[in-house]
């Protein structure tokens, strides 16, 4: 062999190292982590699988009477239930469903949106925000008080817009103005120089 053993080298691994990186207030001692006073460091706390438990809870539910045609929903009474936080929205739905005495009929709705049935109403969010729940029925189910008070709106609603209709037509007509003809001066001829 020719040559000088000094020239051999060993490859170097293609894999770079990684850096480990510690946190600055902690030192490491036979193996655990150790904050600078001397301590241990706090684990973050794990959730308990358990369930939590069952609080009373006051829930409004507003009723609202549809039709498919468009036109906008008529409002019903204002329900209060007494629950708990572990009622599941099946049993919740079946008494607004007595309360209103529809029988099986009508759906209801946590923020505009539909409730999964088996969920608790904890678990729904429904806790945070009692106030949020509709209870969606179609018009024809509606209670005689119901349609007259939709009767006494939409003919106060019709009286008004015929004030307003009435007091436009009273109002004279604007003119439009014509547009402003364009000054001699304007940005088309060149800017005075400057001596």
């Keep these: 062999m020719e040559g000088d053993c000094s020239e051999w080298r060993v490859p ?26 001397g301590s241990l460091p706090k684990l973050p706390m794990q959730r308990s699988l358990q369930p939590s438990p069952s609080l009373p809870l006051s ?3 507003r009723v609202l009477y549809f039709a498919h045609d468009g036109t906008q929903a ?3 009474n204002l329900l209060e239930l007494q629950v708990s936080t572990s ?18 009929k009508g759906r209801l709705l946590f923020r505009m949106r539909p409730l999964d049935a088996n969920a608790t109403l904890e ?11 509709h209870f969606l029925l179609n018009r024809k189910h509606r209670p005689p008080e119901v349609v007259e008070r939709a009767n006494r709106e939409a003919a106060e609603l019709s009286a008004a817009m015929a004030v307003a209709a009435a007091e436009a037509a009273a109002r004279p007509r604007r003119r439009r103005q014509s547009p402003r003809p364009a000054s001699t001066g304007s940005m088309q001829s060149d800017p005075p120089q400057l001596t």
């Design 12 to 37: 170097r691994s293609k894999r770079p190292h990684r850096r480990r990186i510690l946190c600055p207030t902690l030192s490491v001692a036979n193996g655990e982590q150790v904050l600078r006073d």
């Design 59 to 61: 829930v409004c539910i």
């Design 74 to 76: 008529d409002t019903g």
């Design 87 to 104: 009622t599941t929205c099946e049993v919740l739905l079946r008494h607004v469903r007595e309360a209103v005495g529809c029988g099986e």
């Design 123 to 133: 678990m729904s969010g429904i806790h945070k925000d009692p106030k949020a729940l």
